[in-house]
């Protein structure tokens, strides 16, 4: 069986010590109370939550998976998973870092992110029932009117009712200017909504007592492709005036996917037969309310990945501690023992080290990912607010597609580290790997995440939010460039950051040329640019690290992330070269393939 334990040190240590994170949330005035120990308190409690409640079901869960009800359309999720949800209301949990206007707590976003980065740990698939709701209630704090926010948010903040985002149909996964459902305006002001969507994630469940759906369809006279989509409100039940649940509206799930992992999450087929809705925002405007919640989904997905990769580690790590197997090359290591534990052979360690170097650099750049956050909707300051969206822009399909393919690279070293015992599920490793599978695909796959970043986010606006994210590593090495301590970490982001202006001009060029050069080059670029982002943080906790062991301090913590930053720099960092070559080579010997395909 697996064992999970919250991360709180590294949290803390990521929070207090290397981001200085209260620093920046005092300056908001709406967090100018906030400090260290509640922040710390709080992921104490949330952590137990995690370990104790959810992280039980996890195994169980994926073992039974949801059933469907044919002739009810109701959907019956795994034993347990009810009563760890009504713990969590029941906690306040849904509240902590929701608006205090609509009965929330008010706490910065990124206690909410490390909260959710245990909880994905502990059971991803469970997880995903109240994440979705982060995301629909964001959507609609940003764009509903005021009876919409009145009406709704109250009863998402507290949990009662849950959220859905419903975008994909059959036809039409990422391209959703292809979409078919209809929206037909009605006397009353509602609209009449027909279509079906498929890959609806916590699409039906028996969690909460209304599931409100936010759906993208089409108007009568709307015009074509992504422009002539709207979004609309379709709770699962009516609500009438007074706020308590009405008749049961037409939106119902036809099926349920059989699915590769995360099999204790509902994703449902949805059937939308005349199911009433309410426009949010403008007509035709669809697309700017939803991507509220698409990019916070994305934020969300890396998080799952980073919850993969640290669960799989912590097992992984305990497991290459215990199993004997062979003896170490350099000699016995274990001479009361027949064999040797597997921890002394160079390979696992390898393997174990890149699970952490992976699982750890994500944490920073979530963590700063969710004050960058913090600072675009809250901060006083308008230009720190325009700086911070514009570098989360950015950073936004770094950690999505970075994060997520770290974390299929990490869980399955971590499964390989049990040998064979990984491939059977009593060990728990091949779920980590299978539910993370997942997260590399939906919320727009990886290629995608890359397009988005090479094509918009950097060649978009001529490297500009590059550029002040190079200022930032440019400041490090002014800082650090002559301690010799600190030369393996900064040199190597030192020479990336300069050749990354070389390397996009380059690419930038080409594909003003022929556009398929940007497709080309696309998801190599984007691994360059997460390695630079992760060699920043690296290197910003090997200077937190080495300054503490300069001034005395005995503890291993900052010993043990000198060495992860070690291994990183060596034997992660360096594909950089390989991808920016590769990148390079273009889309001649991919697209000159048709006899290679035929």
């Given at each position: ?6 991360p709180?040190?590294?949290m ?6 290397v981001l200085?994170?209260v620093?920046?949330l005092t300056?908001i ?6 400090d ?5 308190a ?6 137990k939550f ?7 079901l996890n ?16 959907v ?11 713990k969590?209301v ?9 608006d205090?206007?609509?009965g ?12 959710y ?28 009117t ?6 709704y948010?109250?009863k ?6 849950l ?8 036809h ?19 609209y009449k ?5 498929i ?23 709307a015009?074509?492709g992504?422009?002539g ?5 379709v709770p ?6 007074d706020?308590?649940?009405?008749a049961?509206?037409g939106?119902y799930c ?13 994703t449902?087929q949805?059937v939308?037969?005349g ?29 799952q990945?980073l919850g993969?990769t ?5 097992n ?9 197997q062979?003896?170490?090359?350099t ?5 009361d023992?027949?064999?040797d534990?597997?921890i002394v ?6 393997m ?8 750890e ?11 960058l956050l913090?600072?675009?909707h ?5 230009k720190v607010?325009?700086?911070?969206g514009?570098l ?7 950690v999505k597609?970075?994060i997520t393919d770290?974390?299929h ?6 499964m390989?580290v049990f040998?064979g015992?990984g ?6 490793m091949e ?5 993370n ?13 890359s ?6 986010k950097?060649?978009?606006n ?5 550029r002040k994210?190079?200022?930032l ?6 800082e650090?460039?002559v ?5 393996e970490?900064?040199?190597p982001i ?11 001009t380059e690419i ?9 050069e940007v ?14 982002v ?5 290197a ?9 062991i ?12 000198v060495?992860t ?16 070559r ?8 991919l ?6 395909l035929a």
């Amino acid at each position: 069986m697996p064992t999970y334990t919250p991360p709180l040190r590294d949290m803390q240590f990521v929070m207090h010590e290397v981001l200085h994170v209260v620093d920046d949330l005092t300056a908001i005035p709406k967090h100018a109370d906030m400090d260290v120990d509640t922040i710390n308190a709080v992921l104490e409690e949330g952590g137990k939550f995690a370990a104790e409640v959810a992280f039980p079901l996890n195994q169980s869960g994926d073992a039974e998976g949801c059933k469907l009800d044919p002739v009810t359309h109701e959907v019956t999720t795994p034993t347990g998973f009810k009563e760890a949800y009504a713990k969590y209301v029941e906690g306040g949990w849904p509240a902590l870092a929701c608006d205090t206007a609509f009965g929330g707590q008010g706490l910065p976003h990124i206690v909410n992110q490390c909260f959710y980065e245990m909880l994905n740990s502990a059971n991803q698939s469970w997880t995903m029932y109240p994440g979705l709701t982060h995301g629909a209630y964001a959507a609609l704090h940003a764009h509903g009117t005021e009876e919409q926010k009145q009406t709704y948010l109250h009863k998402m903040t507290s949990g009662e009712w849950l959220g859905t985002m419903c975008l994909t149909e059959a036809h039409c996964g990422t391209d959703l200017g292809l979409m078919r459902s209809k929206a037909e305006p009605q006397a009353d002001g509602t609209y009449k909504i027909t279509g079906e969507k498929i890959f609806i994630s916590a699409g039906e469940n028996d969690m909460a007592s209304n599931i409100i759906h936010l759906v993208l369809a089409r108007l009568p006279d709307a015009p074509v492709g992504i422009k002539g989509v709207s979004l609309f409100i379709v709770p699962k039940f009516l609500v009438k005036q007074d706020g308590s649940l009405g008749a049961r509206n037409g939106i119902y799930c036809g099926g349920l996917e059989h699915k590769m992992g995360i099999c204790g999450n509902a994703t449902a087929q949805l059937v939308l037969d005349g199911a009433v809705g309410t426009m949010v925002g403008q007509p035709n405007k669809g697309m700017q309310a939803m991507f509220v919640m698409m990019n916070a989904a994305r934020l969300g997905v890396g998080n799952q990945s980073l919850g993969q990769t640290e669960v799989a580690y912590q097992n992984a790590l305990a497991y290459a501690k215990e199993r004997i197997q062979m003896r170490s090359l350099t000699g016995v290591k274990a001479k009361d023992k027949p064999a040797d534990p597997i921890i002394v052979h160079p390979d696992v360690r390898k393997m174990l080290l890149t699970a952490k170097a992976y699982a750890e650099g994500g944490r920073a750049l979530l963590c700063y990912s969710a004050m960058l956050l913090e600072k675009e909707h809250s901060h006083p300051d308008e230009k720190v607010r325009k700086d911070a969206g514009e570098l989360l822009a950015m950073l936004t399909p770094i950690v999505k597609a970075f994060i997520t393919d770290n974390g299929h690279i990490s869980t399955n070293a971590c499964m390989q580290v049990f040998g064979g015992h990984g491939y059977i599920k009593d060990w728990g490793m091949e779920q980590f790997a299978r539910d993370n599978r997942i997260n590399m695909i939906y919320e727009g796959t990886n290629t995608v995440q890359s397009l988005d970043l090479l094509g918009r986010k950097i060649l978009g606006n001529n490297g500009a939010t590059l550029r002040k994210f190079g200022k930032l590593v440019g400041q490090l090495v002014a800082e650090e460039g002559v301690n010799e301590k600190m030369a393996e970490f900064i040199t190597p982001i030192a020479i990336l950051g300069d050749q990354m202006t070389k390397f996009t001009t380059e690419i930038g060029f080409k594909g003003f040329q022929n556009a398929d050069e940007v497709g080309a080059a696309a998801v190599d670029y984007l691994r360059v640019a997460g390695h630079l982002v992760f060699g920043y943080f690296w290197a910003r906790m090997a200077q937190v690290a080495l300054r503490e062991i300069a001034a005395g301090n005995t503890d291993s913590f900052y010993l043990a992330k000198v060495q992860t930053a070690r291994f990183y720099f060596a034997k992660l960092f360096p594909e950089t070269a390989t991808l920016m070559r590769t990148a390079r080579a273009g889309s001649k010997v991919l697209m000159d393939t048709d006899a290679a395909l035929a």
